[in-house]
């Protein structure tokens, strides 16, 4: 019984032997065949890549090119409509509403009839002024009479004056009316004494669409007070926020592209109109912008919520392919090839600023260990540094 046991454990420790002895085989030969990149001695800014290592990993050489860059700016902003697209109907005097069938969003053109008021304020108004018009002819008369016979030396002067008092106080009584007749829309020159009006018209000042309605039919309206809102659309603008640390690069004439959640996939261009002069209370200057092609203002709606990035001027700069920059413990690199021999590369590892970016390229900030004859790793750089 001891001798099996003792066989046993003399098979059992072979085959543990010569499974270590595979495991070792295979860890050498995975070495063998893998890529083993060192720094040289001494110089931990070095580094050694074979050009099979190179062939296998398909990393690519590049140079630094001069690109433009344009930076942008990112903000949020909205649809708006100017303040000469905007009216508040408000009357001049106050009367009860009458006529009145508008609906939120229904088109109305200028000089269109929105509602009509009445009031007794109004018969008395043009009461007044036909009894002031009917004064003047005998006024008129009688004060070129005195006139003359002051000047034959036949009246006396105080009939004159009174004469010529009375006329030109009633001449520019009758005037006033006139024209608080004319801000109620009534014609005096079609004005008679049977033609009085009890209701006057509320006018449309502008073309365009009802936005809200604030009265009702049979309401007293006060003078001053707001009876609907209209907004024309037929222009509207880009209204932008923008941080006034961002706000001194932004300039007229400037290209802006924005895009809207509600239009998914689109994009609209605008150039930059106005730049705000003021700060708000959030530390933003308002930037006003127009669409370059104004037919699509028909798609958009004032209120619209936006993303927009302005293009700054554009700038040159040197550049290289963003995969070129190796980022290590927080440090941006690069790696150059300092020299070659028998298929084996030396290469420096330089510290590099980085500066805008524009599609797949990034911006290299001047630097004293690079020019645009450097040979630069653009590709498969970021397996060379942990």
């Known amino acids: 019984m001891e001798a099996i046991k003792s066989t046993f454990s003399w098979g059992l420790i072979l085959i543990l032997g010569s499974l270590f002895f595979v495991q070792c085989s295979s860890k050498t030969e995975e070495t063998a065949t893998g890529i083993d990149l060192q720094s040289m001695e001494g ?12 062939d296998a990993m398909d990393m690519q050489w590049g140079n630094m090119v001069l690109k433009t860059f ?26 009860y509403v009458s006529g009145l069938k ?7 053109r200028k000089g269109e009839v929105l509602f009509y ?16 018009s009917s004064q003047l002819n005998y006024l008129k008369e009688e004060f070129e009479r005195q006139k003359t016979l002051f000047g034959e030396k036949i009246a006396s002067q105080k009939g004159y004056l009174k004469a010529e008092s009375e006329y030109q106080t009633t001449l520019a009584r009758a005037e006033s009316l006139k024209k608080q007749l004319g801000m109620i829309h009534v014609n005096t020159d079609n004005l008679t004494a049977t033609t009085i009006q009890v209701k006057v018209p509320v006018i449309s000042p502008i073309s365009g669409f009802v936005e809200s309605i604030f009265t009702v039919p049979g309401a007293y309206l006060p003078s001053a007070s707001k009876a609907a809102t209209l907004i024309n659309t037929s222009h509207m603008h880009i209204e932008l926020s923008v941080f006034e640390k961002d706000a001194i690069h932004v300039e007229e004439g400037q290209l802006v592209s924005f895009t809207m959640p509600d239009m998914p996939g689109q994009e609209f261009q605008a150039k ?46 040197w550049s290289l392919p963003a995969s070129s920059v190796v980022n290590s413990d927080g440090v ?4 150059v090839q300092k020299a070659s021999k028998d298929n084996v590369f030396n290469l420096d590892k330089v510290e590099v600023k980085l500066g805008r ?12 260990k690079l020019d645009e004859n450097s040979k630069i790793l653009v590709k498969g750089g970021f397996t060379l540094l942990p």
């Open 43 to 54: 110089e931990s800014d070095q580094l050694t890549l074979t050009q099979a290592q190179f």
């Open 70 to 95: 344009s930076e942008e700016v990112k903000v949020q902003g909205e649809i708006k409509i100017p303040v000469e697209g905007m009216q508040d109907i408000t009357p001049f005097y106050g009367g």
């Open 102 to 108: 508008l609906i939120e969003g229904q088109q109305i």
């Open 117 to 132: 008021l009445e009031s007794p304020e109004f018969v008395r108004l043009q009461q007044d002024y036909l009894e002031a």
């Open 272 to 317: 930059v109109h106005m730049v705000g002069k003021a700060i708000s209370e959030q530390r933003f200057i308002p930037v006003h912008a127009h669409l370059i092609d104004e037919s699509l203002e028909s798609k958009l709606v004032p209120g619209m919520f936006l993303e927009a990035k302005i293009k700054l001027a554009p700038q040159e700069g």
């Open 332 to 335: 941006d690199y690069v790696l």
């Open 357 to 368: 970016q524009n599609d797949q390229l990034v911006e290299i900030y001047p630097n004293q």
